[in-house]
């Protein structure tokens, strides 16, 4: 089996970091300059290629050791506590908008009464509204279905569940059944390294489709939204998780974890 040196599993995540903070930036200068729409779009495009090409490179890593992804060490327990199938849940970002949507009314109500428009997340129209409670309602299911799949892949260790996912390299026989034959507790063979390793491939695979369903959710988002939504969208989503971050880093400290 090929190795893969744990220091670009961090590294990766470290550059994915530095990259929000970047786009943070950029994002926020943007938005107080008061930007066209042609301008807010290419802004909007380079944020989803960020996410694409760190999502490609994500791929690549956990074929090598896709358990790793699960609770990742690079990242803080805090962080971790909040993981799910290695990353945010695909339906954080539409919560977000509802969340932000809510914010930004309140703090503009009195704009808002005397009919001044910004254009946006506090001014979703009702058609819009409309699609973003579709797009929710879809990306629910799909993660139930994910997850569902994740449970049966943790409690077996292989199932035939997963045929219909095309998870046509799942072991022969459950973990369970190989430590009950084993002589001795931990005894290893070609039969365990085998399981091991098609639990592995299998769970890279539901990495795979977790990570497809949040960069769809987030693209549709982006369809749904106005050029300045969608930014004041991106600037949210990136504040959330770079303060997670954060917070998760002086929490460690506070606990002497380091």
């Known amino acids: 089996m090929a190795t893969f040196n744990y220091e670009q599993f961090q590294c990766c995540f470290l550059n994915w970091i ?74 954080l970002s539409i919560r ?8 930004e009314m309140d703090a503009q109500l009195v704009e808002f009464l ?25 990306t629910v299911r799909e993660e139930d279905k994910l997850s569902n799949t994740m449970a049966s892949l943790q409690a077996n260790g292989y199932s035939s569940f997963f045929a219909h996912f095309h998870f046509e390299d799942i072991a022969d026989e459950p973990l369970a059944m190989i430590a009950k034959r084993a002589c001795r507790v931990g005894q290893s063979g070609l039969d365990l390294d085998q399981a091991i390793d098609a639990h592995s491939h299998s769970l890279a695979r539901v990495l795979a489709a977790a990570d497809k369903l949040r960069l769809n959710t987030l693209k ?39």
């Open 18 to 91: 530095n990259q929000q903070q970047e786009d943070l930036e950029e994002l926020v200068q943007a938005l107080e300059t008061n930007p066209g729409n042609e301008k807010l779009q290419i802004l909007t495009e380079k944020g989803i290629k960020h996410f694409e090409e760190y999502y490609e490179k994500r791929a690549r890593m956990w074929e090598y050791d896709a358990h790793s992804f699960l609770s990742p060490s690079w990242c803080t327990s805090f962080e971790n506590a909040f993981l799910w199938i290695g990353g945010c849940r695909p339906s």
């Open 96 to 103: 977000l908008v509802y969340s932000v949507c809510g914010s």
């Open 114 to 138: 005397r009919g001044e428009i910004k254009g946006n997340l506090a001014e979703i129209s009702a058609l819009q509204l409309h699609s973003i409670n579709s797009l929710h309602g879809n």
């Open 220 to 258: 549709e988002l982006m369809r749904i939204l106005s050029p300045l939504q969608a930014v004041d969208l991106l600037v949210a989503t990136k504040k959330l998780h770079l303060s997670m971050h954060e917070w998760g880093k002086r929490r460690d400290k506070q606990i002497g974890k380091t």
